[in-house]
C-alpha cells in the first residue's frame, strides 16, 4: 500500500516517539563517539533481532547482549561467568557483521553512482577489572568513496549518500533477521512500514527503493507513507504494471467553526473507473480528462519501457493543446509511431457504457 498524507497537522517526532524508546536513551545516542552510538544501536535496534547459532538453539544478537554483565563482585566464579557470556557475545556478533556488510553493500549497488564501500568492524569486548568497566563497546563504519577511505563520512558525504548508506544498513538487517523458515514451517506474517524515509533523496535516486522492495521484499507486506506529491505520484506511476499496490491518500477536513480537523481517506481508483462513474452521472469533461489521463499515463508507461525520446514544446499546453502548434509527433503517441511490436498492432480499446 502506497499511502500519501496531505495538509495534516504537523507532527514532529521527539525523544518521547515510542518508535525511538528501544534507543532508551535518546540524548546518549545522539551525542559522544559515533563508534560508541553506532554499537548501542546495533545491539538493541539495528541488529539485535538476527538469529545466530553458535551450538544448540539460535539466539538473537539482542539475547546474547542482554546476558553481558558486569559481575557483582571480583569473585572467581562471578567472573569467570560474565567473561563467558562476553565471549559468546563477541562469537555472534562477528559472526554477523560479514553478512550484514555482505547485503547492505547488495543493496546499495541499487543506488546509481553511489561510489561507496563499507566496513564494519568490531574490537572483542574485554572486562576490566580495574575501572569494572566493560570495554571496547564500539562499531567502526569504515567507508570508502571512489576507492579512497574517508575520515568523517557523517559530515563529507552529502544527505544523498548517508541516506543510501542508512537505508542499505537498515534494510539488510530487516532482511537477516526474517531468514526463511524451516521446511514444513508456515511462513511468518511480513510487515514493513517506511514512512516518509525517502526525504534525503533526490527524486532519480527514489526509484532504486522500488527496484529494492520489489527484488528482496516480495514476501513482505508494505506500507510507504509520504507527504511528497511528487514522490507519490511518480511511485503511482512505475508501480501501475505490476497490479500488487493500493494507493491511498489521507487529508484533513475541517468540522465545524471553529470546529476541528478529522481525517478523511481517499482510495485511488482505477482512472478509467472514475471516467466511467463521470460518464455515468452526465459529467462528460470530467469523463474525458479521467479517460485522457488514463490514456496518456499508458503512453507514458510504453515509452519509459522501451526508452523512447519524447519531444518536448513549452508552447504545447497538456491542459489545452494548440493543435496548429502541437503536432501529433511532438506527443508521446508519435514517438510510439516508429516502434514495432510483436504480433497484432498495438492499440488502445476504451469502452464507454
Not at 528501544?22 to 551525542?31: A, I, K, M, Y
Not at 568492524?121 to 568497566?133: E, G, I, T, V
Request: with cysteine; glycine share 4%; proline share 6%.
Amino acid at each position: 500500500m502506497f499511502v500519501n498524507a496531505e495538509n495534516l497537522a504537523n507532527i514532529r517526532q521527539t525523544k518521547h516517539d515510542p518508535l525511538l524508546r528501544p534507543l532508551r536513551s535518546w540524548t546518549s545516542f545522539v551525542e559522544g563517539n559515533l563508534d560508541e552510538r553506532l554499537f548501542k544501536l546495533a545491539v538493541e535496534v539495528l541488529l539485535a533481532r538476527i538469529p545466530v547459532s553458535l551450538g544448540g538453539t539460535p539466539q538473537t544478537v539482542g539475547d546474547y547482549w542482554k546476558q553481558v554483565r558486569r559481575p557483582k563482585s571480583h569473585h572467581r566464579g562471578r567472573v569467570e561467568t560474565a567473561e563467558i557470556s562476553i565471549d559468546r557475545f563477541n562469537k555472534a556478533f562477528k559472526a554477523i557483521l560479514t553478512d550484514v556488510e555482505k547485503k547492505a553493500s547488495e543493496l546499495l549497488d541499487h543506488f546509481t553512482g553511489h561510489h561507496l564501500k563499507l566496513r564494519m568492524a568490531f574490537d572483542d569486548l574485554m572486562y576490566n577489572k580495574s575501572s569494572r568497566f566493560i570495554d571496547n563497546q564500539k562499531l567502526r563504519l569504515s567507508i570508502e568513496f571512489n576507492g579512497k577511505p574517508i575520515t568523517g563520512h557523517e559530515s563529507l558525504l552529502n544527505e544523498a549518500r548517508l541516506s543510501a548508506l542508512a537505508l542499505a544498513l537498515y534494510l539488510a538487517s530487516v532482511l537477516l533477521s526474517n531468514p526463511a523458515p524451516r521446511v514444513g514451517v508456515p511462513a511468518p506474517l511480513r510487515l514493513l512500514v517506511l514512512d516518509d524515509v525517502l526525504i534525503g533523496l533526490d527524486l532519480s535516486n527514489r526509484l532504486p527503493m522500488l527496484e529494492i522492495l520489489a527484488k528482496h521484499f516480495a514476501e513482505y507486506q508494505l506500507i510507504l507513507s509520504t507527504f511528497d506529491r511528487v514522490w507519490y505520484e511518480m511511485a503511482h506511476l512505475h508501480t501501475l504494471d505490476t497490479s500488487q499496490w493500493v494507493y491511498v491518500e489521507l487529508f484533513s477536513e475541517r468540522i465545524g467553526d471553529p470546529g476541528y480537523d478529522v481525517p478523511v481517506l481517499k482510495t485511488n481508483s482505477d482512472l478509467l473507473q472514475r471516467a466511467k462513474a463521470h460518464y455515468a452521472a452526465h459529467d462528460y469533461r470530467a469523463a474525458a480528462v479521467y479517460a485522457r489521463v488514463a490514456f496518456e499515463t499508458k503512453l507514458k508507461n510504453f515509452c519509459t519501457k522501451k526508452h523512447l525520446p519524447v519531444t518536448y514544446d513549452k508552447d504545447c499546453s497538456l491542459s489545452l493543446p494548440q493543435p496548429a502548434r502541437c503536432k501529433h509527433k511532438t506527443l508521446s503517441w508519435g514517438a510510439c509511431l516508429p516502434v514495432r511490436l510483436p504480433g497484432p498492432r498495438w492499440s488502445f480499446l476504451l469502452r464507454m457504457p
